[in-house]
């Protein structure tokens, strides 16, 4: 029970990460662009360190090489597909209808942490370390991308306080995959196993996919070296925590 509320928790604090267009009301758009660059870079050593440190090992103590990394391959190949025919992250300009579009990037934006809740909920049923250290690993990938998110709803024709409460109410449904993902796992035996590769190869996709194209995007020595250092902590803060004792 106690490990239910921890998960509980976890996933609520998960969607409160949507409300992060609220700092568009405060910051300046010049610091806002600095943090979310460095928060990138961050992000992405994270989710690589969080796939290969944490979820896969994990996985491997209870099953064979050849069934984790099967699925590794398939939570990589979900991730493609949802990205390629779902848009949940960008609008190529030309290619959708923006007007539309806000609405298929909801759709998409709710299955996807319906996905990061069921992920949140097996972990805390393995044990509360290993659920604190996947929800922060989906806090930090969240971020930027529930920014991003804001954003598009904002360019879509969305008012930002109309964004800010359709981007909230999307992200609760992380908070009914922890639950649904919480008592399957309990009830159903091995789908911790099953589950765990699969969210592996979806933080490989968005990191590799996603976010290092990102910082690719960036001109200039000083701005390298700062996107290489904060994907160089993002591994670290994984490992830290991976290290540390408890788990």
Known sequence: MVNFIWAIGASI?????????????????KLLSIILFI????????????????LIPEALENSSNNFVFTFVIMGFVFFFIMERYFHW???HEGVCDIHAFTYLNLIGDSIHNFTDGLVIGVSFLINVKFGIITSLVIILHEIPQELGDFGVLVYGGFTKLKALYFNFITALTCVLGTIIGYLVSENIKGFSVFLMPLAAGG????????L???LHKQPGLKKSISSLLAFLCGIGFILLARILPGH
């Open 212 to 214: 290092v194209p990102e």
């Open 39 to 54: 928060l990138i870079g961050f992000s992405a050593g994270a989710l690589i360190a969080g796939a290969f440190l944490h």
């Open 89 to 91: 992250r960008h609008c």
């Open 13 to 29: 604090t998960v969607s409160l990460i949507s409300l992060i267009g609220i700092f568009t009301f405060i910051f300046k758009e």
């Open 203 to 210: 933080f490989i996709y968005i990191a590799a996919c996603d």
